[in-house]
């Protein structure tokens, strides 16, 4: 379990690395990335050594007998989370965004609307117009440092032509985990304007030591008619190339309702994903434990590092490791800030406006990296920052 060995991807295909130049225009082997949400860690033994399984047997052929990995599944979230359910309310998507997008498809036509609470994963908000759906964004209050949503608020813009309701939870950005009563609150407000519950959970596990992720299915049972957790190991265990998914659906009409969905794209699941899900669920409680760790401790350490620089602090935050950093009193532009960040200190960051209006003056930034490079961008950012000190 070595975090601290810098890993350098370039040349290899990776997002984190290769696309830090095409994507947010921060070229050069010295640049760091913090943008998209993968790790700078290998992944754990027990996920490499599943695939050298595979590798030694050779086989690279369609994959089959998903039951093993939905049994697999379903221990993790009884032992981890609380959280029972037969294997047979799991099933496999293409990536969460990929499942997200089946849900919307099933419960929605062209023109209903999907309410989000914003600032919000950008990629769900391109999403919904992109399959020609009205995008309903409900602002979050900021209380005491933290997000907060506002059900009453959102009751008075609802139209009635809303079908799907989505919650991230943890939420992304700001690290939010939801309290029993907020849980419930939000499945109550669907039951009220009988909307589908979309649960993304894919953070889950990435909770820092003592802190406590509810599943929403746990905290609100009597909405499981309406609900779809969307959840992965691959955030967790950084396993995301290999784009698996899972849809947990308690109900059985709403999960043969997904299934429909589902059959109209066919498909097998991917190989290298399926096994490494298996393993990660199966074998992995230990070396996350020790991630969950060392990235809480990145943060205390990222936290005061950022709160240090005039006008700038971070949003504190009990899981994910996407911190959320208002730069708003610094009185900087937006594009003033990129051209520090991104051009003089040479870090790719994922600009505040792309998770919603309320985005504006903050920036997200993944600590999910070496402790050597956390403080090279740490110190970066000070040169870059000098003149406010
Ligand atoms: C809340 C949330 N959902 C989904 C995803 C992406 O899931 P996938 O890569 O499996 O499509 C992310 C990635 O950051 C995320 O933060």
């Given at each position: 379990m070595d975090f601290d060995t810098p890993v350098s991807g370039f040349g290899r295909h990776t997002q984190r690395w290769d696309d830090m130049d095409p994507l947010r225009g921060v070229a050069g082997t010295d640049a760091l990335p913090m943008f998209v949400a993968d790790m700078e860690f290998r992944a754990a033994p027990c996920i490499l050594d599943a695939l050298r399984n595979e590798i030694e047997f050779g086989y690279m052929g369609y994959f089959g007998n998903p039951a093993p990995v939905a049994e697999a599944v379903?221990?993790?979230?009884?032992?981890?989370?609380?959280?029972?359910?037969?294997?047979?309310?799991?099933?496999?998507t293409h990536g969460v965004v990929q499942g997200f997008a089946r849900v919307i498809e099933m419960a929605t036509e062209p023109g209903d609307g999907v309410i989000l609470?914003?600032?919000?994963?950008?990629?769900?908000?391109?999403?919904?117009p992109a399959k020609g759906r009205t995008l309903v964004e409900s602002p979050m209050v900021l209380r005491d440092g933290r997000y907060e949503m506002d059900l009453e608020?959102?009751?008075?813009v609802l139209t009635g032509r809303e079908k799907v309701l989505t919650l991230i939870s943890p939420h992304n950005p700001g690290g939010r985990i939801w309290s029993a009563d907020e849980l419930r609150a939000v499945a109550d407000f669907c039951v009220?304007?009988?909307?589908?519950?979309?649960?993304?959970?894919?953070?889950?596990?990435?909770?820092?030591?003592?802190?406590?992720?509810?599943?929403?299915s746990v905290a609100a049972p009597h909405v499981?008619?309406?609900?779809?957790?969307?959840?992965a190991a691959s955030k967790a265990f950084n396993i995301a190339g290999g784009e698996t998914g899972l849809a947990i659906i308690e109900d059985a009409a709403l999960l043969e309702r997904f299934k429909a969905a589902q059959k109209a794209y066919g498909g097998t699941p991917n190989r290298f994903g399926m096994i490494m899900t298996k393993a990660a669920f199966t074998d992995g409680a230990d070396w996350l434990d020790a991630a969950q760790a060392y990235i809480a401790e990145n943060f205390r350490i990222w936290r005061e590092r950022m709160n240090a620089l005039p006008g700038v602090s971070v949003m504190d935050m009990q899981a994910t490791y996407l911190t959320w950093v208002d730069f708003s009193g610094t009185g900087m532009s937006h594009d003033e800030l990129l051209r520090r960040i991104q051009q003089d200190a040479k870090i790719a960051v994922s600009p505040g406006p792309d998770f919603g209006p309320d985005g504006e003056g903050y920036q997200r930034f993944n600590i999910a990296m070496s402790r050597g490079n956390l403080t090279r961008a740490a110190d970066r950012l000070d040169a870059a920052f000098a003149d406010l000190q």
């Open positions: 379903s221990h993790w979230m009884e032992t981890r989370h609380g959280w029972s359910f037969s294997p047979d309310c799991v099933q496999f609470f914003t600032p919000v994963y950008h990629s769900f908000r391109k999403k919904i608020g959102l009751a008075e009220a304007h009988d909307l589908i519950l979309i649960s993304d959970e894919i953070h889950m596990d990435l909770t820092f030591p003592g802190a406590k992720h509810i599943p929403t499981k008619d309406r609900l779809i957790t969307i959840t």
